[in-house]
């Protein structure tokens, strides 16, 4: 198991004093991973102390992802290794393949942030429709959804944190305070992503001939963040689905979701306004805009951009863009690894 200051780093991690905890990355070689692992060699409180991956075992990240410019070479995944070097994980797998990495760590006792989608839904029935049969049933009861700004409390207290979606993230932050009121008697998510959110393999669908000046819509019979989306929504007492429609930008980081909602009483633009400072006014990473962002203002930050306001025909229009690698993936599990640690949210971050 190599060291992050072995001779083979051109250059030491800017750590603030002695860290507060020792993390490692498991599938540092995806767009996510990489990210994550760049995070944390820069978070001035927590030691990378390894990285690995499937496929590039052998490889420095800063070979793979030189802008990232993180020196450490990616190891092949040993739990046992891992254990002894680092007491917090990230797990960037593809679904399926994370949740027995998961157990591998939970079993030295390590806590966890997991970015797949292997325990985000509570449901069993539920995650068996959309992902198949589970493979760490046993962890499902202690896994937290980590969208930081509804669960901190649990957050704080986690040993194994599930980060959301990128299209829930969004789509969970616009509808809450909404949802909360109970003023929501319709919903439609018109949820638009840049590429990189399908992952470091590419598709036909994600190819660049297929992107390329072009916008579509997918997975129209039904998405996996979908029942996310739902699940979160639903404890705060949306008592029917989201009707939710993602679409690929030729982007390759940005997600916008457009909310349209009809309300169970007429709702003054104003009003709505107040709802979402009440919310969201001590956010850190929550910026309420005074009109519909893009998904440029928000990029390489952790910051979900929120406008919400009212249509002539008396909806509610909640517009979200948040950046679908950040806030949407390593940028939030970075945020929920602060809760646990008891940390300032914001550290490592921006």
């Known amino acids: 198991m190599s060291r992050p200051r072995s001779t083979t780093a051109t250059r030491p991690q800017p750590l603030a004093g002695e860290p507060l905890a020792r993390a490692c990355v498991v599938g540092a070689s995806g767009f996510a991973g990489a990210l994550a692992a760049a995070l944390l060699w820069e978070h001035p409180r927590v030691s990378l102390e390894a990285i690995t991956a499937r496929t590039d075992a052998g490889r420095r990240l800063d070979d793979l992802y030189p802008r990232h410019r993180v020196p450490l070479e990616l190891e092949s995944f040993d739990a046992d290794g891992l254990g002894e070097v680092a007491g917090v994980a990230f797990v960037s797998y593809p679904h399926g393949a994370a949740a027995p990495a998961v157990a591998q760590l939970r079993a030295h006792g ?29 962890l499902r009861a202690e896994s937290v959804f980590g969208l ?17 979606g990128c299209y829930s993230t969004a789509a969970i932050l616009a509808l809450a305070p909404l949802v909360r009121e109970g003023l929501v008697a319709d919903a439609v998510v018109d949820a638009k992503s840049g590429v990189s959110g399908a992952g470091r393999e590419a598709s036909d669908r994600t190819h660049f001939v297929s992107v ?10 039904g998405h996996r963040h979908a029942p996310e989306i739902d699940q979160e929504l639903g404890a705060l007492g949306l008592g029917r689905p989201v009707t939710f429609v993602p679409h690929l930008l030729p982007l390759d980081q940005g997600l916008l979701a457009s909310c349209y909602v009809t309300p169970t009483r007429e709702l003054r633009a104003d009003e709505v306004a107040g709802l979402y400072d009440d919310a969201y006014g001590d956010e850190r990473f929550v910026e309420l805009a005074g009109a519909p962002p893009g998904v440029r203002d928000v990029r390489e930050t952790n910051l979900c951009r929120i406008h919400a306001t009212t249509a002539p025909d008396g909806r509610v229009l909640v517009f979200a863009a948040i950046d679908n690698l950040w806030k949407g993936a390593a940028g939030q599990a970075v945020q929920n690894l602060n809760a646990m640690l008891g940390l300032d949210e914001g550290e490592g971050l921006r």
Do not use: C, K, Q
């Open 110 to 138: 390590m806590r966890i942030v997991d970015l797949s989608a292997d325990f985000r839904l509570h449901d069993p029935a539920a995650h068996e429709r959309w992902y198949g049969e589970h493979g760490a049933p046993e």
């Open 212 to 221: 390329d000046e072009n916008v579509s819509a997918y997975a129209v019979d």
């Open 148 to 164: 930081t700004e509804l669960h901190r409390d649990e957050i704080a207290s986690a040993a194994l944190v599930a980060n959301p």
